[in-house]
């Protein structure tokens, strides 16, 4: 199962697309309460937005980000459309999710 909510829908020639990402996004720089070890970092740096074959949005994150991210954007686009929003993190894992434009 996803760790990303996607939800994309058209008013017009204009698609709005929302995103909500499971992630704990940890910057490294935060200590462990119990422990008092540095809890390493851990956070999504890479995004792709594509819809159909064309890349509608990129974004480079760091660690600055908080836990759960939520993006939201608009593009040109019509109901029908395929969006998919893919990330990397700074672990090499990955995840994806499509949605239909509706």
Do not use: C
Not at 38 to 56: C, E, N, R, S, W
Not at 64 to 70: G, Q, R
């Amino acid at each position: 199962m996803s760790s990303i909510k996607l939800k994309a829908s058209a008013k017009g020639d204009v698609v709005e697309v929302k995103a909500l990402m499971t992630h704990p996004m940890e910057t490294g720089q935060r200590k462990d309460k119990k422990t008092g070890e540095l809890v390493p970092a851990h956070f999504i740096q890479d995004i792709v937005v594509t819809a159909g074959d064309k890349t509608i949005l990129t974004a480079k994150w760091g660690g600055s980000v908080s836990k759960n991210p939520y993006l939201a954007f608009n593009y040109a686009g019509k109901a029908g459309d395929k969006v998919k929003l893919a990330w990397t993190d700074n672990k090499g894992e990955k995840d994806s999710a499509e949605a239909d434009v509706a």
